[in-house]
């Protein structure tokens, strides 16, 4: 017979004595406990219980299992009882739990802000000094010539913070995504980031998704933060992980299959077996590098590897609480994608596009084929991507192999270290020494050569060479502006091992170096550490809470700056130019390097007018295969691309791009719309866009369209005059019709889709999504 404690039994009969006298006890609720989102900001909690009574509704609604991002997305609904859901189709209006921005894109976002008239953040909001430092010599000068450099940008953003409520994460505190999961991502969470790589969260459970500086905006001024309803990818993983494949092995075959557009619109859920195996940092690298295939973001279920990396970044309360919300922190019965980890082997992707996936067995036969460069000259690790502990105490076990045969690096070599408790941990633990000891440079704690800010000193513009990288980018150009750079993204440990054979053809899982004893060895599988056994080390402390004074705080912008430039509002629409001249046909793939390029012009990302001159700079022209060449159609001279763009401005002259397939992948810099809003542009007609760039210039005041039928693309001629037919009665789902007149005299009346919704209509009408903001906060201060 079951028989109960005594305590228990006590407790059994006084609540048989509450309902005898009618007093029903209340059911307790997954809310009624209080725990903080992150260990600095004790007064924001975790709210679980609106996904849980979100999806209450949606359950009835449904009726049917959900998957885990459904539950989380659809957890963070603004009207769960009136939201359309229709996957794919539907606009989302949603209640992000924070908002993360980098210092390159913060600049513009907080400029945005100040112009709605808010005077503080409606949700948690941090900003991150990290793409402003460029890697020359190594870490600690280049720190310190970047903030010298960059002083009125970072004093910009650390008084602007202070004054609207804002977190500050000072210039080496390390990079956005990682400082991220180190201290503010939590599983179930939703959160928007201006950086296309903020899936890094999903390491943690969260739905985290880059967007533009302007819906980042949106939900710093408490409106809800749209988007269309995503797709999901299920992806399967079975087997179990080990010797020299990786987690980014998964997402560089992942890539390959989906290609960098095949999960646009998407949602990629793992699960399965195989996630087992994968460290809480190793499923970050995954979701990190799920930008490269256009998804909306990338997630993993909550897990014990997770449970294990709050605990030992200090946050065991939110492992407890989630602990206890794990029945929606893992998916229904949902659609399945199957990849099988056991059936991998490492992968080198490139060049010039990161899904282009060999395995690292066929590199070789690969490299021979197309004619790559076999010479490695520098092997970079670290970035956003892949700078865990785990990941740098992996690649240094294969230098600590290295140096036992008496080897250095044959290449160059490079580390960024993740943020400044990494850096200071690897410090301590030894990892830093051995790198140096092999001949790397250690760089500052930030993006670096990732996204271009690399002072490269040992080839020239023009000379066709091999890098290697971790990172999760590669297109023309990106790292070090040279268009003739072969680079290569790979695992960590793959990247050591090259640079040490200074060889692209090297397998080491097959083949042998020569070490200084004239003997050859072969490297043994790395080993590493998934957290460091004494703890991290926190390392300088680099954080700067906003005051509790923010009223006396000025916000620092010099009017005479050519760094910082406060915005003026957009014109409003008007009505239907026509003749509209065609400012550039652009070729092929056009990635926001193409449009807004990045490296030395980070520097004018808080002055528009500045950086607008780098204005598709470095798409191609069809017309003459050539980049920043353009025929003036009013002079017939040619010029550059935003020199011509701000003639037909100046002049009254609206004008169009048309565009290829993808268009706008890449980065989430949301200057690659702002820039052609301001140039005077009307309109960007594409075979199709990347999702981040389309919202960002729809917020903007730009049409974003396309062709109907993609083939269209061919029958508009550069040099074509164009009309946008059907504006004056332009409605969500209803075609506009482009008429393009060629120079022959005759034309062609081409449909175009598009898919603003009533909201982004507005948004277009009003001149930009901010001014229709601005005039609603003035209309509500005069009626109050």
């Known amino acids: 017979m079951l028989k109960l404690s005594n305590k228990s039994a006590t407790a059994l009969r006084a609540a048989q004595r509450q309902l005898a006298a009618g007093m029903a006890t209340a059911t307790p609720r997954i809310g009624d406990t209080k725990v903080p989102m992150s260990l600095l900001e004790k007064d924001a909690f975790i709210n679980y219980q609106r996904i849980e009574d979100n999806l209450a509704i949606i359950r009835e609604r449904l009726q049917r299992p959900l998957t885990l991002s459904e539950k989380i997305v659809y957890g963070h609904l603004d009207d769960p009882h009136g939201q359309d859901i229709v996957r794919g189709t539907s606009y989302l209006k949603l209640r992000p739990d924070r908002v993360a921005c980098q210092d390159a894109t913060a600049q513009m976002a907080l400029l945005q802000f100040m112009s709605a008239g808010m005077d503080t953040a409606a949700v948690p909001t941090t900003v991150h000094c990290d793409h402003l430092i460029e890697a020359q010599v190594g870490g600690t000068k280049d720190l310190q010539r970047a903030i010298n450099i960059n002083k009125e940008v970072y004093d910009f953003l650390a008084t602007a913070t202070a004054k609207y409520g804002l977190g500050f994460w000072k210039p080496g505190s390390g990079i956005i995504h990682q400082i991220i999961l180190e201290n503010y991502a939590f599983p179930g969470g939703l959160m928007i980031g201006t950086d296309s790589h903020t899936p890094n969260a999903g390491g943690l459970g969260m739905v985290a998704c880059g967007v533009g500086g302007a819906d980042a905006v949106d939900v710093m001024a408490d409106i809800p933060w749209e988007l269309k309803c995503p797709k999901v990818i299920g992806v399967k993983l079975t087997g179990k992980i080990g010797g020299w494949t990786t987690p980014k092995d998964v997402i560089l075959k992942v890539a390959g299959i989906l290609t960098v557009k095949g999960g646009t619109g998407a949602i990629v859920e793992y699960f399965g077996p195989g996630v087992e195996s994968l460290s809480c940092t190793g499923m970050a690298t995954i979701c990190n590098m799920g930008a490269e295939i256009g998804a909306t973001t990338s997630l993993f279920p909550y897990n014990p590897r997770m449970a294990d990396y709050l605990k030992a970044t200090k946050r065991g309360d939110i492992a407890a609480y989630a602990n206890r919300f794990q029945h929606n922190l893992q998916a229904d019965k949902g659609a399945e994608y199957d990849q099988n980890l056991s059936e991998l082997e490492p992968h080198l992707n490139g060049p010039f596009t990161p899904d282009l996936a060999t395995p690292i067995s066929k590199v070789a036969e690969e490299a021979k084929k197309n004619d790559w460069p076999e010479d490695v000259r520098v092997g970079l690790i670290g970035s956003c991507t892949n700078s865990s502990y785990e990941d740098m105490t992996r690649s240094a076990s294969i230098v600590k192999q290295a140096k036992a045969h008496g080897l250095d690096f044959k290449s160059k070599f490079t580390v960024t270290p993740g943020s400044e408790q990494v850096r200071a941990t690897i410090a301590r633990d030894g990892q830093i020494e051995d790198f140096e000891g092999a001949g790397a440079i250690v760089l500052a704690n930030a993006c670096g050569p990732c996204i271009g800010q690399w002072d490269r000193q040992d080839v020239k513009k023009g000379e066709k060479n091999t890098i290697v990288t971790s990172y999760n980018r590669n ?310």
Not at 591 to 597: E, L, R
């Open 475 to 784: 297109f023309t150009g990106r790292n070090d502006a040279n268009p003739a750079t072969h680079a290569f993204v790979a695992s960590p440990d793959i990247t050591t091992a090259l640079a040490f054979a200074g060889k692209l053809s090297f397998n080491p899982l097959t083949d042998t170096l020569i070490g200084a004893d004239g003997k050859p060895f072969k490297f043994e599988a790395p080993s590493g550490y998934e957290l460091p056994p004494r703890g991290y080390d926190p390392g300088e402390n680099t954080f700067q809470p906003p005051p509790e004074d923010r009223a006396s705080v000025n916000v620092a912008v010099d009017p005479k700056s050519d760094r910082l430039q406060l915005l003026q509002p957009f014109q409003v629409w008007t009505g239907a130019p026509t003749d509209l001249p065609i400012l550039i046909k652009a070729k092929g793939k056009c990635t926001t390097d193409h449009i807004s390029a990045g490296g030395p012009w980070l520097k004018y990302r808080g002055h528009l007018e500045n950086i607008s001159q780098n204005c598709l700079i470095g798409a191609i022209n069809i017309e003459n295969n050539e980049a920043n060449k353009v025929k003036n159609q009013v002079t017939g001279e040619y010029g550059g691309v935003p020199q011509t763009a701000a003639y037909y401005r100046d002049r009254g002259i609206k004008w169009v791009v048309i565009g290829d397939h993808n268009y706008g992948e890449g980065s989430s810099r949301e200057h690659a719309a702002l820039e052609p809003r301001f140039l005077g542009g009307l309109a960007i007609i594409t075979r199709s866009f990347a999702r981040i760039h389309e919202t960002n210039l729809k917020k903007q005041g730009m049409l974003a369209l396309t062709f109907v039928d993609p083939a269209d693309y061919d029958k508009v001629q550069p040099n074509d005059k164009v009309d946008i037919v059907g504006l004056d009665t332009f409605a969500p789902g209803k075609n506009l019709t482009l008429v393009a007149k060629h120079e022959d005299g005759t034309k062609d009346e081409i449909p175009l889709a598009h898919t603003f919704n009533e909201g982004q209509i507005e948004w277009f009408k009003a001149g930009s999504a901010l001014n229709l903001m601005a005039a609603k906060a003035k209309a509500k201060a005069a009626s109050a």
